[in-house]
């Protein structure tokens, strides 16, 4: 699950989806540095049905967990299709995330520009 390049966001834990299926998580994390908008990644310990990525029970559940270790703006939605693998779930964090992405050490590049 770690690269050079990721943030680990929280470990393993789990979560249940809306057809009651519980799923282990490994973990959540984020690239260190990116331009304004950043991916979070979920990572699963095992394949998914195909389209979990949509199930809002599932999403919400992640995100109770994001914010448990802080994160405290705005719910966000899983991000285009073509990116969601079956043992990982790619979610489109709002610019609120930012903030709370600093504290974990990333770097917003778009800020050299300004």
Known sequence: MSDNTDIDICGSFKATDSKGTEHTIKGIRIYDEGYGIIDVFVDFAAPMEAGT????????????QLRKVGYSGPDFEATDPSLQE?????????????????????????????
């Open 53 to 64: 990525y949509r199930d809002t029970t599932l999403v919400q559940q992640i995100l109770n």
């Open 86 to 114: 079956r043992k990982m779930i790619v979610l489109e964090a709002p610019e609120e995330f930012c903030q709370f992405a600093k504290t974990k050490g990333w770097k917003n590049l778009a800020e050299e520009f300004e």
